[in-house]
């Protein structure tokens, strides 16, 4: 899909946010400023630090530097109006009625990994809402967690692995529960247990204006459906989140490594194998490039037991002896760490992301995906294409059950690359990527959102819905994501 964003065509990603965001909450909070008063001392920023505990981090602070830094280092020359750091629900409450009253954009922050920098933005009240207490809290009686939104998805299952339960996330470490949920939340347990969203009982959310309401399939279902994979930042700030878990057991790995040569034959041998594999399995498919040069993998867990079994069924699938074979046996948490270290890397950097959705890996959707891949341009940093699978009990809920979408489809895609110096180059791979999977793509996922998408691209016929939500709960647009609907 490409049809145009909002924002003028050609703008660079860092300039859109600036606009999109800069314009209002400049002209609103240092209005006063423009006709003569003290340059960068707004009283109304002043009330509101005044009022609340937590930190108002303006940039004339020595530490807004570090205040506005997010996981994505190449947002690091982005500029937040001010980062305000909340210490409880009714402190993120005040924030909200102080940026409605001020004309101010906000955008929250949880884990900071947002793939626009969107919790950075350029003009907009950052509320980092890492201070907000309560951490996680386990309830063996219903077998639901609550956690607080920035709580990294290692400490949830780490909490949870104290008590024999695991809950559906992606797989790094340090991305911020609300900010995955909300997009959906993608993983290893997503053929088992649906997406992370898909396990959403309840949330409180902070409306803009500062009213605080509880969302779940009683209270404000409208609200709660658009939770379920509208995206972050798009109807309000939530400050806690109630799961429900499942049990839990230990697992095999199985990592297949095959050469570059074959990847487009491996996608469609991970396809096959999937369709004929137990929910209680999955796999990803992916690239590895390392000094050694690139190669290509399927990386398989199943129960523990059948590790062997499940190897030799994905080499049957593809077709193809692997290079090697890795299988390794898995506490739960172990698991979660293995798959932390073994893709993508969970410390911050540059990087440069996007996704493509597809209904099926037919040849030549796989042949595309191959020759986008061998289409990188040396010296553009570090590529890796992965396959995530959209199967099992994910797509036992319904495309309108949710605001996630993709329920009917195969698969998508993550393009990631690791960027050295400048991310231009690897934002040109990433559009000549789009281009040779466009006739098999049918949109892409908002966790991986990029700029200059319209929000169709990740919604789909979800679209209309959401934005009537939005208008619902957000008429002022004062929530800023990085998506105009
Ligand atoms: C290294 C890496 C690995 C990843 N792996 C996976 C994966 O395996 N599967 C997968 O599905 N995704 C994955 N992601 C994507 C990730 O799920 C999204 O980037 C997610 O939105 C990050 O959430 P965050 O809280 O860390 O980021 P933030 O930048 O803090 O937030 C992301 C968005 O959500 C909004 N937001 C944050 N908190 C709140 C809140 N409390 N209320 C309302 N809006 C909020 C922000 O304003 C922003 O728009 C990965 C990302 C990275 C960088």
Redesign the pocket.
Known sequence: MTEPRESPRGISRQTFLRGAVGAVATSAVFGTNRAGAEPGASSGWGDLATAIKGPVILPDNGQFASAKA??NTNFNDFAPAAIVTPTSAAEVQQAMAFAAAHNVKV?????????VG??TATGAMILD?RQLPGGVNYDAATGHVTVT??TGLYTIHQALAANGRGIPT???PT??A???A??????AQSRHAGLMCDQLVSATVVLPGGTGVVASANEHPDLFWALKGGG??NFG??TALTFATFPTSDVDAVGLHFPLESFAQVLLGWQNWLRTADRSSWALADTITDPGGAHCRILATCPAGSGDAAAAAVSKAVGLQPMSVEKHTFNYLDLVQYLAVNN???SPLGYVGGSDVFPSITPAAAQGIAAAFNAFPAGAGRPLVIMHALDGALATVGPGDTAFPWRRQSALVQWYVETSGSPAAAANWLSTAHQAVAPYSVGGYV??LEANQPASRYFGTNLSRLAAVRQKYDPGRVMF??LNF
Do not use: D, Q
């Open positions: 997010v996981f955008a929250p922050r949880g884990g900071g990994h947002s793939y969107a919790s809402l939104p920035a992606g797989t790094c991305v911020g609300a900010g995955h909300l997009g959906g939340g993608l993983g972050g930042g700030v939530t993508l890397n969970p966790n991986y994501s990085g």
